[in-house]
């Protein structure tokens, strides 16, 4: 069974604030990825990692910042959240070539 | 590059009608394939993959997709619709090498009517 946690769910959050969307996972991958989409729209890659302590831009520039201290976390972070990041992020990995993307359920966040 | 196309935006089908959702690929040597499906507000899950061998491979859900290297196509199929297949599906081309990504096409929204 895949095992991929994000949390939260679902976020509302004022202009300005600092938060971090937190993605887990079980499976050991050494692959972690950063989605960002909109409802109904394509995925947009925003940020991804090959393994602990690397990290690489997507090709959507982001305002986030990721970090991969530990092989299973991979957390994002907006520094200054504003009204343009409102959007859901899906956090995905998988091994580093020929396998399949397992995806969390999302967080879905709301910058009022 | 890679590239993924799902030339239908919108598909409507009537519960119990057979489906088809498009998906063709560009890539230099033999893709790994993906199918996902996506309902409002959730991750996406894995439909079925190829990676190598028989070319009609079967998945999750009662899907089946057949993949044609000459067409490089990689089309989603389904016998029977039922109501709750309606959401968003995503085809997909794996990484290869080291340092290439998942290539995504842009979706197909799929609604069924009763």
């Known amino acids: 069974e895949a095992d991929i946690y994000q949390t939260p769910r679902y976020l509302v959050i004022g202009t300005g604030k600092k938060i971090t969307l937190e993605c887990s996972q079980t499976m050991g991958h050494d692959k972690m990825y950063w989605y960002q989409q909109d409802p109904g729209m394509e995925l947009h890659l925003i940020h991804y990692?090959?393994?602990?302590?690397?990290?690489e831009k997507g090709d959507l520039s982001s305002e986030s910042t990721v970090s991969r201290i530990r092989t299973e976390h991979f957390p994002l972070t907006l520094e200054s959240a504003r009204p343009s990041h409102t959007s859901q992020y899906l956090c995905?990995?998988?091994?580093?070539?020929?396998?399949?993307?397992?995806f969390g359920q999302g967080t879905r966040l709301t910058v009022v | 590059a890679q590239s993924v196309t799902q030339p239908d935006i919108h598909i409507t089908v009537s519960e119990g009608a057979s489906l088809e959702l498009r998906c063709n690929y560009s890539?230099?040597?033999?893709?790994?394939l993906f199918w996902y499906v996506q309902s409002p507000g959730q991750g996406l899950q894995l439909l079925l993959k190829?990676?190598?061998?028989?070319?009609l491979v079967q998945g999750i859900k009662g899907f089946e997709a057949e993949f044609k290297r000459s067409q490089s196509s990689f089309n989603l199929r389904k016998p029977s619709v039922h109501w709750s297949d309606a959401a968003e599906y995503f085809c997909a081309v794996g990484p290869h090498n080291y340092g290439q990504n998942f290539v995504f096409g842009p979706g197909t929204r799929l609604s069924v009517l009763p």
């Open positions: 190829y990676f190598s061998g028989d070319t």
């Open positions: 990692s090959y393994g602990v302590n690397s990290t």
């Open positions: 995905a990995s998988s091994e580093s070539r020929g396998g399949s993307a397992f």
């Open positions: 890539y230099g040597a033999t893709p790994y």
